[in-house]
């Protein structure tokens, strides 16, 4: 279903302990926040962004932690025509999850450095290295991901999916996945 009227960017923005009860946190906040926007806990939209929520969360635990530090996850729902004039059906709704540590000198880079049309389950994804392969998964299963620079010393990891339309927030159905 399409929304009826555009609505501007949606956002849930909540820090968690960089800890591995913290990405937990944060996984479970967000399917709520998801079914909030419409998308139910057993969506396929719903389940796929928890996935990419879980695997950003826990890097920036494992690899971005801190002492001391937290982590900040955000999420960014946004449905409204690029130009007031365009209609709804003219930009697809994108779903922006969006993980910022302190660690910005380590970036992620996926296993074997792969390139965005690689295949995580070729033999290039099963070499011996135990890291790298979760940001395989966010490869595969975003529509375009990045790290962007978090002044003044953190990252921002990010990645975005497509969407079915979610409901304006006074609606509460939405199509399902």
């Excluded at 826990?58 to 932690?65: E, I, K, R, T």
């Excluded at 990045?146 to 304006?168: D, F, H, M, N, R």
Aim: proline share 10%.
């Amino acid at each position: 279903m399409l929304c009826a009227h555009p609505s501007p960017a949606r956002t849930f923005t909540q820090q968690f302990s960089s800890t591995r009860r913290g990405a937990r946190l944060a996984r479970l906040l967000s399917v709520n926040q998801f079914d909030a926007w419409g998308w139910p806990h057993r969506s396929d939209t719903s389940q796929t962004a928890a996935l990419l929520v879980a695997e950003l969360a826990s890097n920036a635990v494992l690899h971005g932690q801190v002492s001391g530090r937290d982590f900040r996850l955000r999420l960014t729902v946004d449905d409204a025509p690029a130009q007031p004039h365009e209609p709804l059906t003219a930009r697809p709704t994108v779903l922006r999850i969006e993980v910022i540590d302190p660690r910005g000198e380590r970036l992620p880079q996926p296993s074997e450095q792969a390139g965005p049309d690689a295949d995580p389950w070729s033999s290039r994804a099963t070499t011996r290295r135990e890291g790298g392969h979760g940001l395989l998964l966010v490869q595969s299963l975003a529509t375009r991901w990045g790290v962007e620079p978090y002044p003044p010393s953190g990252k921002t990891v990010w990645c975005e999916l497509e969407v079915s339309a979610c409901p304006t927030p006074g609606e509460r159905t939405c199509s399902r996945d």
